[in-house]
């Protein structure tokens, strides 16, 4: 069972897998810190001045040392942005990814030989 596992952690697949896993968190942060630090101050300025990541609803106020209850839907704002960002950049990356599988599926041109064979196949079949 040992050895199974081994081969098994060791293929190509797991590895690269791995590697995805990291650099696609290290791109996330990249995205939440470009949407939150680049895009939604300018976004804030368009729309007068406003803060999304301080945009809420209040359920019930804070008392007594309880905090407040509330739907933080300008942290949501920044979050769905981010998405948006991250799809999109995935989408460019498979589309780029089928494109050149594509390329590699179609068909070469047939050999010299082949076309020979065929020539001559032809020529014996009309005889």
Known sequence: MLEEFKKFAIKGNVIDMAVGIVIGTAFGKIVSSFVSDIIMPPIGIVTGG????????????????VEAVTINYGVFIDTLISFIIIAFAIFIVIKQLNRLKKKEEEPSQPAEEVLLLREIRDSLNKS
């Open 50 to 65: 406003v803060d999304f990541s301080e945009l809420v609803i209040t359920l019930k106020k804070a008392s007594n040392g």
